[in-house]
């Protein structure tokens, strides 16, 4: 299942890190089998052993790998592991798709331009973690997901494309969570697919959507960009 059938558009070369459960690992999963998305998954590979993604992974027999953070004496002994085995498939895209490790500066470089993020938040707004609640805390009006392109600074890399759902007053941080959640199965296959049909292209640090710079996120479900 890792595989697209898209005549003879060549399928993108991706390497997917997970950390846990995998649900937009699923959802790019299901992009690829159910909607044409031009990519093929060439392993996933999670720090913890326990990741409920790995098993998502295995089912569509998409190999699974892992590197556990906690046997290595430190971050930088890590990354050059982890490095190692994510260039082994080669990958022309590296998917953080719930992967819950700071990315060091000499990783990140490695793999500048070709490295995407989905946060669970509209960015700027609440980098970092325990996004939902900080949203329900500021009473915001708005609250959402956002792709961006990695860079050494933390959730800060260029945005990509962001969708947004509003605030209910009956809202907890789960139910806001799950409302996220679901924008975030739709935005990241859609932004993985303008990366690998080239329509998303980096040049000099600055994403370019066809050919055209993006100096704002695009909002899903609000824009006349064709999918």
């Known amino acids: 299942m890792s595989k697209t059938n898209r005549g003879s558009t060549a399928?993108?070369?991706v390497v997917v890190l997970?950390?846990?459960?995998?649900s937009n690992l699923q959802?790019?999963?299901?992009?690829?089998?159910?909607?044409?998305?031009?990519v093929e998954i060439r392993a996933v590979i999670s720090?913890?052993?326990?990741?409920?993604?790995?098993?998502r992974a295995r089912a569509?027999?998409?190999?699974?790998?892992?590197?556990?953070?906690?046997?290595?004496?430190?971050?930088?002994?890590?990354?050059?592991?982890?490095?190692q085995l994510i260039d082994q498939y080669a990958p022309a895209l590296v998917v953080l798709a719930g992967y819950m490790r700071i990315l060091g500066t000499a990783f990140v470089k490695h793999y500048q331009g070709r490295m995407l993020n989905i946060h669970p938040s509209l960015l700027p707004d609440f980098p970092g973690l325990n996004t939902?609640?900080?949203?329900?805390?500021?009473?915001?009006?708005e609250h959402g997901a956002s792709v961006h392109l990695v860079t050494s600074e933390l959730d800060g890399g260029p945005v990509i494309i962001q969708a947004t759902v509003p605030l209910l007053p009956d809202d907890d941080a789960t139910a806001l969570a799950q409302r996220v959640q679901t924008q975030e199965h739709q935005i990241y296959p859609l932004a993985i697919r303008?990366?690998?049909e080239g329509r998303l292209t980096v040049r000099a640090g600055e994403l370019l959507l066809d050919q055209k710079p993006?100096?704002?996120p695009i909002y899903y479900g609000q824009t006349t960009v064709s999918p």
């Open 11 to 13: 399928a993108l070369p």
């Open 18 to 22: 997970i950390s846990g459960s995998g």
């Open 27 to 38: 959802a790019i999963i299901d992009a690829i089998r159910d909607d044409g998305l031009p």
């Open 47 to 55: 720090n913890r052993p326990e990741a409920y993604g790995l098993v």
């Open 60 to 83: 569509a027999n998409i190999p699974a790998e892992v590197i556990d953070h906690t046997t290595f004496s430190d971050r930088s002994e890590y990354e050059a592991a982890l490095q």
């Open 132 to 141: 939902h609640q900080r949203a329900l805390d500021a009473a915001v009006a």
């Open 194 to 196: 303008w990366f690998a």
């Open 214 to 216: 993006l100096h704002q």
